[in-house]
């Protein structure tokens, strides 16, 4: 196993869990070193520097020219992700994880890629959801035919777009097997005027959001966010011949009902895993060896952050949008500053 040495960009609640993560990784041997954070003298910060003993610091670029990281987890609010990203391949981490939304824009995600690249630096997004046991056997199914030809994913959750909702966007893709989105179609309220909100205090929110959006392999992903949506974290992937229901708060975190099966919901059993972003870890440091492509990698994730401002720009501008959405700035703020929401 090979020795890596990690730390954080931004110290706060998601950073605990990538700590946490790191310790149980079977295929490396991790050194947590040191974090940065603009308030290293917050509690979430001394939280993390003291259960990990690590250094901390305010400047990453100071963090980063002196403690030369293998790793490193990028655990800001979402504005300071593409700047943090960036710094990081430049000083010479091997792989990246950074939080989710990837950026507020897609000039910015792009910028992501662009410096991972020419560095040479793996760059993961954390959809950590597609780690998942009940996620990836719900693609395997998918994937194999066992509910006929696919219809509909369907997904929901509370919050905004940019917060649970690239995490929806990116699990309704996953189960699709990514197969790439070609048109979409989506509406917005913002009642609330939310300037900021839990952990993304940096950025506008709307209440509520819609989405429709075309698949090339015809299916159509529906993704309902916020007030009036259900509240719960759950999928339902309709085919011709049977319903898959991941996350569903009443139930099994999988079930599926398949006319090729007798005896009604089939409900499987599911390895447990210790967090999807401890797995989500493991898979960042074989892709740095070479073992293997993140399925989370940076190309991968951009597609929910396009989606995201395919469902702003719908809105906008009251129409069906194709892809590729070119849309290079953080369309709900440039709506805000219209006055348009
Ligand atoms: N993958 C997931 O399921 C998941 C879960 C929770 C949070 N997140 C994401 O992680 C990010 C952080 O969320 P959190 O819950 O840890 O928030 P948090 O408020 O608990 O912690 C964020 C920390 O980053 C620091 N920070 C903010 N901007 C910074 C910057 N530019 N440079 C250095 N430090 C900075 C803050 O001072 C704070 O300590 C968000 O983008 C959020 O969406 C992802």
Request: aromatic fraction near 6%.
């Amino acid at each position: 196993m090979n020795k890596y040495r990690a730390g954080f960009i931004g110290c706060g609640g998601i950073a605990t869990a990538h700590a946490d993560g790191y310790r149980h990784l079977n295929n490396a041997e991790i050194e947590l070193v040191a974090g940065s954070d603009i308030n290293p003298a917050g509690e979430k910060a001394q939280f993390l520097a003291s259960e990990h003993g690590i250094r901390l610091y305010e400047d990453h670029l100071e963090m980063l020219e002196r403690e030369e990281l293998d790793l490193v987890s990028v655990c800001t609010w979402p504005r300071g992700h593409c700047e943090a990203t960036i710094a990081a391949a430049e000083n010479g981490a091997k792989g990246i994880l950074c939080e989710k939304p990837m950026a507020v824009s897609l000039d910015e995600a792009d910028r992501m890629i662009e410096a991972c690249e020419k560095a040479g630096a793996a760059l993961a997004i954390g959809h950590a959801h597609r780690f998942s046991p009940q996620a990836v056997q719900a693609r395997e199914w998918v994937r194999a035919g066992e509910i006929g030809e696919i219809a509909m994913v369907w997904g929901h959750c509370t919050l905004d777009l940019m917060n649970n909702g690239t995490h929806v966007i990116d699990l309704i893709n996953y189960l699709n097997g990514d197969s790439p989105p070609i048109w979409v179609m989506g509406q917005i309220d913002r009642h609330g005027k939310i300037e900021g909100r839990r952990n993304h205090p940096d950025m506008p929110a709307e209440d509520m959001a819609i989405g429709r959006v075309g698949y090339s392999n015809g299916v159509v992903g529906f993704i309902e966010l916020g007030e009036r949506a259900s509240q719960s974290f759950t999928f339902r992937i309709i085919g011709s011949d049977g319903v898959i229901e991941v996350n569903n708060p009443d139930g099994p975190p999988l079930k599926m009902l398949s006319s090729y099966r007798s005896n009604g919901w089939h409900v499987p059993e599911l390895n447990e895993v210790y967090s999807n972003v401890c797995r989500e870890l493991e898979e960042l440091v074989s892709t740095v060896e070479g073992r293997a492509v993140h399925r989370s990698e940076a190309k991968i994730a951009r597609v929910a952050l396009e989606t995201i401002m395919g469902i702003f720009e719908s809105s906008a501008r009251r129409c069906l949008l194709e892809f590729p959405i070119d849309v290079g700035d953080f369309a709900l703020e440039r709506m805000i500053e219209e006055g348009m929401v």
